[in-house]
């Protein structure tokens, strides 16, 4: 007589949904019947408490989900086959993370020793958007307010990252008992980019027993009745509310308008291709916008079209030639930075503008200025002034024209924003990229075209 083979146990990690067993779905319902044992907060027991029959079950507190992990293993290298389910969807703020994090800690490779399967259900932000209306119809993210386990500056970074971004937003864990101010803070630096009559939507317990829905304003969020079992929905820019039902709109007022017949493509679109105003096509239309009006500044580029200014004078070093614009862009090689200071060196008097994090401006009028490279600060030194600049912080250096007339050299950090730029006083330099090129060499700016390919978009 011989030993039978030691039968691999088996974790599921089961979403329930929103709460409600008739939005469960049938592979989450039919992995619970599967199961020898159950496990989880006794909260999401009772949702399932129907579906338990005789099977053995293991309640766990809010603060024990670590614990739930190491029953779960524990059970499952014994040979039984068990559910750890969570509330939603076991993958977004659910069970599923914090268990592969205790499997691969205890030596556990997939596909030995204990199967593991994730069973989907519908999140929160999912259930929550479908009892206000629709919306998440573009571009949405989640964020938890509880710092239990997150640090709240990279919460607070995360806020304003998205806000700013203008996503549609949902909540998570806003309030507690004890995590009062959270959602008042949230609200705080969600106001600094959004406008105060911003739609929210306010769900709690969403297709619970206890279901309850208020739709509200930004500014009087906090002030609303918010709990642990709240999630809360922010629109972007915009969203609406009509008749009770909170609306983001996909985007098609973007490419078409509305007429008897029914949906027009407007003049400059192509249904089924990028918009005019695409990856592609914004830098032509950011040139021939400056092109069209003599007055019009780089700077008025960059508020017109929401743009960091070194995108500004990509647009011009691409397009501006070809639009009629008069204004002209050329970036240096980051190998010849050095060589470009040089070069405003020789210009022996000159206007130096430093901007700083904050938005403060300094200007100052230098004569045969003395430019000192220590470490990663770039020292401007002359008889009156010493001003330092971080050099670590300049990804890109611009010789920039009006009229074929140097205007100056601008230098952008990362993110395309303005750090520092020199202009020439009293000397009129002439701007030619080719006779240019003996002092320091241009970089190529890319520009790719679209391909005629097949797409899976749809308009």
């Known amino acids: 007589m011989t030993n039978a083979a030691p039968t691999n146990g088996k974790i599921f990690l089961v979403g329930l949904g929103p709460g409600d067993v008739v939005h469960m779905t049938a592979r ?4 619970i019947a599967e199961s020898d044992t159950v496990i989880g907060y006794s909260t999401y027991i009772k949702l399932v408490k129907d579906l338990l029959d005789d099977k053995e079950v293991i309640r766990k507190g809010m603060t024990e989900e670590l614990d739930r992990c190491y029953e779960a293993l524990e059970r499952a290298r014994q040979g039984k086959t ?4 969570s509330s939603g969807d076991s993958g977004v703020y659910g069970m599923a993370g914090p268990t592969f994090e205790v499997l691969f800690e205890s030596g556990w490779k997939p596909g030995e020793d204990v199967d593991v399967e994730v069973v989907p259900g ?3 932000i999912n259930a929550c958007a479908a009892l ?3 919306p998440l119809t573009h571009d949405a993210c989640t964020i938890s307010l509880s710092d239990l386990l997150t640090p709240w500056p990279v919460i607070a970074r ?3 990252a998205a806000a700013k971004a203008d996503f549609v937003l949902a909540l998570y864990n806003p309030k507690s008992g004890r995590r009062t101010g959270q959602i008042v803070e ?4 969600l106001l600094l980019h959004r406008s105060p009559d911003t739609p929210v939507a306010l769900v709690k317990s969403a297709y619970r027993r206890r279901q309850h829905i208020e739709l509200t304003r ?7 009745d918010i709990g642990m079992l709240t999630t809360v929905i922010v629109g972007n820019s915009n969203t609406f509310v009509r008749d009770g039902l909170m609306v983001t709109p996909r985007g098609y007022a973007n490419k078409y308008s509305m007429a008897d017949s029914g949906l027009v493509v407007k003049d400059g679109e192509q249904s089924g291709r990028s918009l005019s105003m695409g990856l592609i096509g914004w830098r032509a239309l ?3 916008w400056l092109a069209e009006d003599e007055k019009r500044t780089l700077l008025d580029a960059a508020s017109r079209f929401d743009m960091p200014f070194a995108e500004i004078l990509a647009a011009v070093s691409l397009h501006g030639e070809e639009s009629g614009c008069s204004w002209q862009a050329s970036a240096v090689d980051v190998e010849d930075f050095t060589k470009a200071f040089n070069w405003a060196r020789s210009w022996n008097r000159l206007r130096v503008i430093v901007r700083s994090e904050a938005g403060s401006v300094v200007e100052l009028l230098l004569t045969d200025p003395d430019f000192q490279f220590k470490g990663n600060w770039l020292n401007l030194i002359s008889d009156s002034a010493h001003l330092h600049v971080p050099w670590n912080k300049v990804m890109s250096i611009w010789v920039v024209a009006h009229h074929g007339t140097v205007q100056g050299l601008y230098c952008c950090d990362a993110r395309g924003g303005r750090l520092l730029n020199m202009q020439p006083i009293a000397a009129t330099i002439a701007f030619d990229p080719v006779a240019t090129a003996h002092l320091f060499r241009f970089s190529a700016i890319q520009c790719e075209t679209e391909q005629e390919e097949a797409s899976a978009d749809v308009d």
Do not use: K, T
């Open 82 to 85: 068990v559910a750890l389910v």
């Open 132 to 134: 206000v209306g629709a």
């Open 122 to 124: 519908s999140s929160a």
């Open 186 to 189: 949230a609200q705080r630096l």
């Open 158 to 160: 995360r806020l304003e």
């Open 218 to 224: 930004l500014e009087r969020m906090a002030d609303s």
């Open 28 to 31: 989450a319902r039919q992995a």
């Open 286 to 288: 950011a040139a021939a």
